[in-house]
């Protein structure tokens, strides 16, 4: 019987990253925004250090651009070396962000920490109190994109020890992601391994639970897609046994939140029921940025329009700036039930039918239509590219409103 062994599995830690689009908030907020990965990995380390791992996995992207930051590099130096005083070794493997042809300093690294320098997949072995109890198998991304199928290149070793493969990449059939060292469940199912420590997709998740295929997601939200706790697994594995504890770690968190503000009838109203929520996400859930979608009636408070919820917005988030734990309004997205019917509207054929119609139909020219904002390039270095999800909420909200103001005539 193989004896219990304990490891962290972390990834994509992307430390030092720019947080764009985010210059609207208070410096000494935007201060801890931007020190948040660093905060992150810190307790990364204390967590191993706290649980008495054996050793540390990092599965790739442990930074954030192929060009590492000095202040990064820097900053997983202290960790390793922290780490190797407590006897903790660390695996690392190095994904498609941080490959291995970006540019980077030479620094040296305690003895304690292993790296996998090649894509092609090799082993590692890991030691305890003189015994060989681990193989830790892994490659890096040599370059930005890894297109192979990799999971299949995992062959065990002989012995009688634990099998742990670390890998960077995403489902085959994942449209979510960029698709990257792709692999099907098939693959971890017959590859005899006792756990698969993954990388890439920021959402925790286990895939398979037998063997575990574990992503544990990154350690802290970047942007108001990456919602929730975001942190590290304890793993303890015994035989043919294993236990996961997830670690959060994150410094705040992004939240979505829907709220049905149908009952309102004027500004106060609203304006008191988002200060309440406000006082509820900082006694439960901490330091955050929120998005508020909010369900008007138009007909009960029909001024409100976008701009003053704007405003509303503002005069929230004026105070947060003094707060040891703030809440931060990101948006508030107004939706309003309407007098009328869109589908009926679409099927008349006026001058409003024909406009929603062509506005639906026509997806391509839309997105084409704010290409001359989103392609500038000194607008590219302040936002990340838009998603899907983004350009549809200003579509419909354009729609909304060029609707409202027709509908008036």
Same mark, same amino acid.
């Given at each position: 019987m193989r004896k219990p062994l304990r490891f962290l599995h972390t990834a994509d830690l992307h430390l030092d990253s720019p947080f764009k689009g985010m210059s609207n908030i208070p410096d000494r907020l935007f201060q801890q925004i931007t020190d948040s990965t660093f905060e992150a990995f810190e307790r990364i380390i204390e967590a191993a250090i706290s649980h008495q791992a054996d050793f540390v996995l990092m599965a790739g992207d442990l930074f954030d651009e192929e060009a590492r930051s000095l202040k990064a590099q820097m900053k997983i130096k202290q960790g390793l070396e922290k780490l190797h005083q407590y006897h903790i070794d660390v695996y690392i /493997?190095?994904? =498609?962000?941080?490959?291995?042809?970006?540019?980077?300093? =030479?620094?040296?690294?305690?003895? =304690?920490?292993?790296f996998f320098l090649s894509e092609e997949v090799t082993s590692i072995p890991f030691y305890k109190d003189g015994a060989h109890v681990a193989n830790i198998y892994g490659f890096s991304y040599e370059k930005r994109g890894v297109y192979e199928e990799k999971a299949q290149e995992y062959t065990i070793t002989g012995e009688s020890v634990y099998h742990i493969g670390?890998? $960077?990449?995403?489902? /085959?059939?994942?449209?979510?992601?960029?698709?990257? &060292?792709?692999? $099907?469940?098939?693959?971890?199912?017959?590859?005899?391994?006792?756990?698969? &420590?993954?990388? $890439? +997709?920021?959402?925790?998740? @286990?895939? +398979?639970?037998?063997?575990? !295929? !574990?992503?544990?997601? =990154? *350690?802290?939200?970047? $942007?108001i897609n990456e919602t929730g706790e975001k942190g590290c697994y304890i793993i303890d594995l015994a035989d043919n046994h294993c236990e996961k504890t997830f670690v959060p770690v994150q410094t705040f968190r992004f939240e979505r939140m829907d709220l049905d503000f149908t009952h309102c009838t004027s500004i106060s109203e609203i304006e008191k029921h988002l200060q309440d929520q406000k006082d509820r996400i900082r006694e439960t859930l901490g330091s955050s940025i929120i998005r508020f979608s909010i369900k008007l009636d138009?007909? &009960? +408070?029909? /001024? !409100?329009?976008?701009?003053? !919820?704007?405003?509303? %917005?503002? *005069?929230?988030? @004026?105070? @947060?700036?003094? @707060? %040891?734990?703030w809440v931060w309004i990101e948006k508030i997205k107004v939706q309003k039930t309407q007098p009328w019917n869109k589908e009926e509207l679409k099927e008349n054929h006026h001058f409003i039918g024909e406009l929603v119609r062509m506005i639906e139909h026509d997806q391509q020219a839309w997105v084409e239509s704010l290409s001359e904002i989103t392609d500038h390039r000194e607008i590219r270095k302040l936002l990340e590219p838009m998603t899907d999800e983004e350009l549809s909420e200003i579509k419909d909200e354009a729609e909304e409103l060029l609707l409202e103001e027709l509908m008036k005539e």
């Amino acid at each position: 019987m193989r004896k219990p062994l304990r490891f962290l599995h972390t990834a994509d830690l992307h430390l030092d990253s720019p947080f764009k689009g985010m210059s609207n908030i208070p410096d000494r907020l935007f201060q801890q925004i931007t020190d948040s990965t660093f905060e992150a990995f810190e307790r990364i380390i204390e967590a191993a250090i706290s649980h008495q791992a054996d050793f540390v996995l990092m599965a790739g992207d442990l930074f954030d651009e192929e060009a590492r930051s000095l202040k990064a590099q820097m900053k997983i130096k202290q960790g390793l070396e922290k780490l190797h005083q407590y006897h903790i070794d660390v695996y690392i /493997s190095f994904g =498609n962000h941080d490959h291995l042809g970006g540019s980077f300093f =030479n620094m040296d690294y305690p003895d =304690n920490t292993h790296f996998f320098l090649s894509e092609e997949v090799t082993s590692i072995p890991f030691y305890k109190d003189g015994a060989h109890v681990a193989n830790i198998y892994g490659f890096s991304y040599e370059k930005r994109g890894v297109y192979e199928e990799k999971a299949q290149e995992y062959t065990i070793t002989g012995e009688s020890v634990y099998h742990i493969g670390m890998l $960077h990449g995403s489902l /085959s059939t994942n449209q979510e992601h960029d698709l990257y &060292a792709p692999f $099907h469940l098939s693959d971890f199912r017959d590859s005899h391994m006792d756990y698969w &420590a993954l990388g $890439h +997709i920021h959402k925790r998740e @286990e895939l +398979i639970s037998s063997p575990p !295929v !574990v992503y544990p997601g =990154n *350690i802290q939200g970047r $942007h108001i897609n990456e919602t929730g706790e975001k942190g590290c697994y304890i793993i303890d594995l015994a035989d043919n046994h294993c236990e996961k504890t997830f670690v959060p770690v994150q410094t705040f968190r992004f939240e979505r939140m829907d709220l049905d503000f149908t009952h309102c009838t004027s500004i106060s109203e609203i304006e008191k029921h988002l200060q309440d929520q406000k006082d509820r996400i900082r006694e439960t859930l901490g330091s955050s940025i929120i998005r508020f979608s909010i369900k008007l009636d138009s007909t &009960a +408070i029909p /001024s !409100v329009n976008q701009k003053d !919820v704007h405003e509303l %917005q503002e *005069i929230l988030n @004026e105070m @947060e700036e003094l @707060e %040891q734990t703030w809440v931060w309004i990101e948006k508030i997205k107004v939706q309003k039930t309407q007098p009328w019917n869109k589908e009926e509207l679409k099927e008349n054929h006026h001058f409003i039918g024909e406009l929603v119609r062509m506005i639906e139909h026509d997806q391509q020219a839309w997105v084409e239509s704010l290409s001359e904002i989103t392609d500038h390039r000194e607008i590219r270095k302040l936002l990340e590219p838009m998603t899907d999800e983004e350009l549809s909420e200003i579509k419909d909200e354009a729609e909304e409103l060029l609707l409202e103001e027709l509908m008036k005539e």
